[in-house]
């Protein structure tokens, strides 16, 4: 049996999650709310206490939000007994029968609906369990309850103490004082919740008052209870919380509605309450037709189980952000060093129609910023004529082209556009295309492996190519000619003017110059992390312990011990990567995330990059609470941000700062990371307006005595006293 803070855990749970919250809050309020009626409370109890004992009899291994169901499922059971019958012995005793039969339709259901993994249980179980047992209601022998009390209805007006009955119907308790705190209890849980359960509440009245006869009230509260359920759950549950799904919402809130009246007659006729049976088929419904979409676009289903739907809508956000790649294969520019685009995206020569996503690259000499030495009226003048050209990703070379002669300067070869080429396959449906070789020079033959940075062939002059460049595209067949699709290079660094920038994903445009990006090995050593090493940091009077540990699925995170939080990192070849990040935004994490949202393992001068961050990590808690409302109307909810990395004093420090500007022109946002060799982040800091949140490591001593740190020789000092030689942590991903 669980104890302590599992123990708090099993008993709130179930109730937290009427409201799809795993929130120890929120279920504290909603027990509240059910306590204000003390039968229902007793009755619940008792259910609650009925299915934990059978599950653990059945051996019923089911953890976190699962097992949650489980005894969110049976709670409701004892609920609706509470509706009905007066508190005595042996309703207590039928409330925990029934539970346990709940628990077993709920193993039932789940074994049934994994053929369809992606359709939720719901309130099914409960449904099925409640209609099996109404019929052995005449024979339990138990006593009609009085009609529950609603002494705070009488102090209100019907258009507010209606919608307020209907949220206390989604515990089973349709009183305005449930209401009242379970409104609050989703306020706690999520102002996108709140909004959606209003929302959705209103329209559904909005709709009934249209109707040509009176709506009586107990169906329009059922109506609205059902509604506020099914707006929550497609709204900020099972899709990420945004314009299109609040619209989705509201489409599954009127289904719930349509159901709830068209259902309502024939279900009455067989002496069966309506209860949650309207929400389960409209979820059910939307569910299974979105299915149906070639592609997730709008709404985005959720991609994982997050606490609530900001935490939600920021984990979608955040990862838009780090990546628009379309592809699994990421795609590298096909040559060393630096390269001129001298003709991009729908060029003005021969980039247009459906060969227009494509690259022409040259290279312009360091010194003179010519294209070719001397008068160029020779192939070989050219920089780029005869350089290596590589291939941009993992694949199978699928055809060769390579006896096609270079065109003198001027001249074309318009039968044969793409002249000696090399196609190569990446997946279904991708490949990558390199023309204009050098004739002879592919090194590569049809059905050959290639890894990303083999040697296909070497740039030439072949083909409609009036002077040595190489051509680069990807397309959807394996023809030439094929329609191109987009592409954005990975880890690129390209220089315009003085000023170099490192993208993540770039798609060159006329004129600029790019390369791969060149790892310094050593640098990936100041991001030394190993697993099972624990961190302390000191944020303000705070003391917190961060662990960093290797997830089942081979994940490394840094977690809070004090918090529970969680922030996903990799340290790939070329760059550090923070992920995402889970759980409470007052943890040295938050910091974290926003200092080092990703890092370049090469050290440029003038370097810079910019990444999204969410106003809800660098903003207040007043600010923040704005931010959930309007976050999910917004498509860039936050802040840019431009950072650079240097080398001081032994340190690796990272500063970045907003492009947005105040009247004294002074950015809005500043952030500071500092690390030492070998031993990791050592500061954190972050400047929103006049906030300012700063974190330093503590280090621990022989003794156990714990010191602040004061320099960088001292840390490194320590550092290799308390955690000896660091060794290098790569991680399997996309780099």
Known sequence: MPHGSALIDALLAPFAHSVFSRKRGVGLL?????????????????????????????????????????????????????????L?????????????????????????????????????????????????????????????????????????????QSLGAVVLVPTASAGCLLLLALLVH??????????????????????????????????QSNAILAAMAIGGVWFVPSRASYTLALVAALLAAFFTL???????????????????????????????????????????????????????????????????????LPFRGAWTCTQGVDGVFTHRGALRYAFDFEVYGDRDGALCSGPGDRREDYYCYGLPVLAAADGTVVAVESAIDDNAIGAVLDDKPWGNHVIVQHAAGLYSVVGHLVPGTPSVYPGQVVRRGALLGYCGNSGRSPRPHLHFQLQSGVSLGSPTLPCRFATAVARAGDLTHFASDLTPTEGLVVRNLEPDGTLGAFFELSPGQTLSYRLGAQLEEVESVVDAWGRTQLRSLAYGSSLLYSR????????????????????????????????????????????????????????????????????????????????????????????ARLPLVTTRAELVHGVGPVVFELCAGQRKRRAERVFSGHDG??????????????????????SSLSLGGRS
Not at 137 to 143: A, F, K, N, R, V
Not at 705 to 726: D, F, I, K, M, Y
């Open 88 to 164: 005595g012995p042996r309703a207590c005793l039928l409330a925990a029968l029934f539970a346990s039969c709940c628990v077993f339709v709920t193993g039932a259901l789940r074994s049934l609906f994994s053929f369809a993994g992606w359709l939720p249980l719901l309130n099914v179980p409960f449904v099925v369990t409640a209609y099996l047992s109404l019929g052995l209601h005449p024979q339990l022998g138990l006593h009609s309850a009085d009609v529950l009390r609603d002494p705070l209805a009488g102090w209100l007006s019907p258009g507010v103490a209606l919608p307020l």
């Open 572 to 663: 790939y070849e070329s760059n550090f990567v923070s992920a995402d990040l889970l759980g409470a935004q007052r943890s040295v994490l938050c910091l974290a995330r926003v200092a080092l949202p990703r890092v370049p393992l090469e050290l440029l001068d003038r370097v810079h990059w910019s990444e999204w961050v969410a106003g809800r990590w660098i903003e207040g808690p007043l600010r923040g609470l704005l931010w959930d409302v309007l976050a999910p109307f917004s498509n860039r909810a936050g802040v840019e941000i431009v950072y650079r990395a240097s080398l001081e004093q032994g340190r690796l420090v990272v500063v970045g700062a907003s492009r947005a500007l105040d009247e």
């Open 262 to 332: 068209g259902l309502s007659a024939p279900v009455t006729r067989l002496g069966l309450p309506i209860s949650f049976l309207p929400f389960d088929l409209s979820v059910l419904l939307l569910l299974s037709a979105v299915r149906q979409r070639v592609a997730d676009r709008r709404p985005a289903l959720a991609e994982v189980v997050a606490e609530d739907p900001e935490e939600l809508l920021l984990l979608h956000l955040s990862r838009r952000a780090a990546s628009s790649d379309p592809y699994a294969p990421r795609f590298f």
């Open 30 to 86: 909603i027990v509240a709310a059910i306590a204000t009626e003390p039968r229902a409370l007793v009755l619940g109890l008792a259910a609650l206490c009925g299915a934990r004992i059978s599950m653990l009899l059945l051996g019923v291994t089911a953890t976190g939000m699962s097992a949650a169901q489980y005894a969110y499922n049976a709670v409701l059971v004892g609920l609706l007994l509470a509706q009905d019958f007066a």
């Open 705 to 726: 005595t714990r010191r602040e740190p004061t320099g960088p020789v001292r840390l490194q000092t320590e550092a290799a006293g308390l955690h000896g030689s660091a």
């Open 190 to 223: 999520s102002r996108i919740a709140t909004l959606l359960a209003l929302a959705s509440a209103l329209l559904v009245h909005a709709l009934l008052a249209l109707a040509h006869a009176p709506v009586p009230q107990l169906l329009e509260q059922s109506a």
